[in-house]
């Protein structure tokens, strides 16, 4: 993690995340600043280039032991921007903050005084969105239980009306993330994880991808989608259940261990299913 709050603010977060840091953390604790005051400009530029790159900007309560006030929310990020949008050409900005697509976001102010105390800006393939993002996330222990699939169908539905993910942990339960296609016969054999593979394959878009805890970051980390047989999606087209899925794309990150014998495993972190946006057309 990089703390960059006495530095060269723009030209440092432009350098870090054309490196693929993981995690940058700016401290504005002390600064007293509202989002859209005009010394956090450089920041709020870099804010909106990961929104426009379909990154994900949340902005959040720091959670503190103060009392409870009936306040209104933050601006949201879109709002409070596109001041000086025009000072630059967009050709520039399109180069100068391209290393922004790679990056989520976070940005904690403090419930009393709507001052910005944080803002977390973390590399999309360093965890799941609901580690470094997001706080509000459903979440669901994976039990492989009778009532996991209705479970999971209710949190989906309820949750896209709300419009905050939903994440699936595996904490209780190892799950081993298969290498080869999934054939139905195949499936029905997986004994205990078994449930989340097709849950995952309901989903309109699937990422598979490793989850990383080094300061620096591969420039091009490897993504793999699991490869599912006709006969399965045949199969889960027709059970409704599984039909709140169809409407999210679901992030699955996996841990992987190799055996003294040089042997790989691997296994499930996390799977996040998230809301896909309804068009305002």
């Known amino acids: 993690m990089e703390e960059i709050a006495k530095k060269g603010t723009k030209s440092e977060l432009k350098r870090l995340l054309s490196e693929n840091v993981g995690k940058v953390l700016i401290d504005t604790s002390k600064k007293r600043l509202k989002l ?26 720091l959670h503190i032991a103060v009392r409870a006030l009936d306040l209104p929310e933050p601006p949201v990020l879109k709002e409070v921007g596109f001041v000086g949008w025009n000072v630059f050409r967009r050709m520039y900005r399109g180069i100068y903050y391209r290393p ?3 990056y989520n976001a976070k940005v904690l102010y403090h419930p009393e005084t709507r001052n910005i105390v944080l803002v977390y800006i973390v590399h999309k393939r360093y965890g799941d969105i609901c580690e470094t993002v997001f706080s509000s996330c459903n979440q669901i222990e994976y039990l492989d239980e009778d009532t996991f699939d209705l479970q999971l169908s209710t949190a989906i539905q309820e949750s896209k009306d709300k419009g ?4 699936v942990q595996f904490g209780q339960v190892e799950a081993t993330l298969p290498e080869t296609k999934l054939e139905w ?18 989903a ?78």
């Open 185 to 202: 016969e195949n499936l029905k054999n997986m004994g205990r994880s078994a449930r989340i593979y097709k849950w995952m394959m309901a």
């Open 164 to 167: 905050i993910p939903v994440r």
């Open 100 to 102: 922004t697509t790679n």
């Open 36 to 61: 859209g005051d005009d010394e956090l400009e450089e920041i709020r530029d870099f804010l909106l280039e990961i929104s426009k790159r379909n990154g994900r900007v949340a902005i959040e309560k």
């Open 204 to 281: 309109s878009d699937r990422e598979v991808k490793p989850l990383s805890k080094s300061r620096f970051l591969p420039l091009q980390a490897a993504l793999s989608i699991v490869d599912y047989s006709l006969s399965v999606y045949d199969w889960i087209g027709k059970v409704a259940m599984y039909h709140p899925a169809r409407s999210t794309n679901v992030e699955v990150l996996y841990t992987e261990k190799i055996s003294p014998d040089g042997k790989s495993s691997r296994s499930l972190h996390s799977a996040v299913f998230t809301p896909i946006p309804q068009s305002s057309d």
